[in-house]
């Protein structure tokens, strides 16, 4: 892990204690993600459907990831249950809204950490992390203090507070966020969260400001915000909007480009999105790309 903001180990470990307080004050009314729903997660559940202790699903070497972030020995992820989003397509929806997993002890996740590296994974490569964030911290704490330095990648929906990044800052190495819509209406309708544009839009800034551009060293991803979009059918003006925006951020903000949407969960009842992603559909994301002259991965 870089943590520049950090050059000693002490003042590191001192400084991840700190945020660890901080994140837990936060869940006795949680408002880590864009819901704010306030839950006292010591006591009760949010609507993401953590509780206080996290819950995982399962955790692996993924050579599945965008090229920087797999490498030739796997990303070291973790797939969290649960989510602050309620996508009607979510192909992962048994982990994220079924909540399909095991709640294990900070410890444990510490563990899972450790495993990871140890197997020669590139990454600690956290999916739909949001909702857990001061567990994280906490189990960051005791990993790196047993020897944990491998980057830290932090793979979320994009519906993440100010308040919840800013407990990351110095800490995590590579953001990896979604940025799902350009379209507040769509967002409501497929998502079920409301202001999803500008609280997504807030967020990706404040990734950027604290990690920059995508920086590869050797075809691997060492820190910096990779963004991704997955095209929806039907809807290339909103894939247009994300993309321009993007471009606001940074020209040279890198993109990922995903087309492998096809219709599942309860996109059936959305008759314009129960439909796979056409070739024609996806070209014409490309070339919106490339006319604003983005860079990053796109998909054969």
Do not use: W
């Not at 307080?21 to 306030?38: A, M, S, V």
């Not at 070497?61 to 992820?77: A, D, N, Q, V, W």
């Not at 192909?91 to 809204?97: D, G, W």
Request: hydrophobic share 35%.
């Amino acid at each position: 892990m870089s943590h520049q903001l950090y050059p000693g180990y002490l003042n590191l470990k001192e400084e991840i204690h700190k945020r660890v307080e901080e994140g837990y004050n936060i869940l006795r009314r949680c408002t880590l993600c864009g819901r704010q729903c306030k839950k006292n997660r010591f006591i009760e559940r949010g609507i993401c459907g953590g509780e206080l202790l996290p819950m995982v699903s399962s955790y692996n070497l993924h050579f599945g990831e965008e090229p920087p972030i797999s490498g030739s020995r796997g990303s070291g992820t973790v797939f969290f249950t649960g989510c602050s989003l309620s996508c009607v397509f979510c192909q992962n929806y048994p982990i994220s809204q079924q909540r399909i997993g095991n709640e294990i002890s900070i410890e444990k996740l510490a563990e899972y950490m450790l495993s990871l590296q140890y197997e020669g994974a590139h990454n600690i490569n956290l999916v739909t992390p949001t909702h857990y964030v001061p567990q994280i911290l906490a189990s960051l704490e005791l990993a790196i203090e047993k020897g944990l330095s491998i980057p830290i990648v932090y793979n979320t929906g994009g519906y993440d507070s100010p308040e919840t990044l800013s407990l990351l800052r110095g800490i995590v190495d590579i953001y990896l966020p979604d940025a799902k819509y350009s379209d507040d209406q769509l967002a409501f309708r497929y998502s079920g969260v409301k202001r999803y544009v500008d609280i997504n839009r807030e967020a990706i800034c404040e990734m950027h400001s604290q990690v920059g551009e995508l920086l590869v060293d050797e075809g691997i991803a060492v820190e910096g915000i990779l963004v991704r979009h997955l095209v929806l059918p039907s809807h290339i003006e909103n894939t247009r909007g994300v993309l321009q925006f993007l471009k606001t951020v940074s020209p040279d903000t890198k993109i990922s480009l995903m087309g492998q949407y096809f219709p599942c969960n309860r996109a059936k009842d959305y008759p314009e999105i129960n439909q796979k992603l056409s070739t024609t559909e996806y070209r014409e994301a490309v070339s919106i790309m490339h006319s604003l002259s983005l860079e990053g991965y796109i998909q054969g």
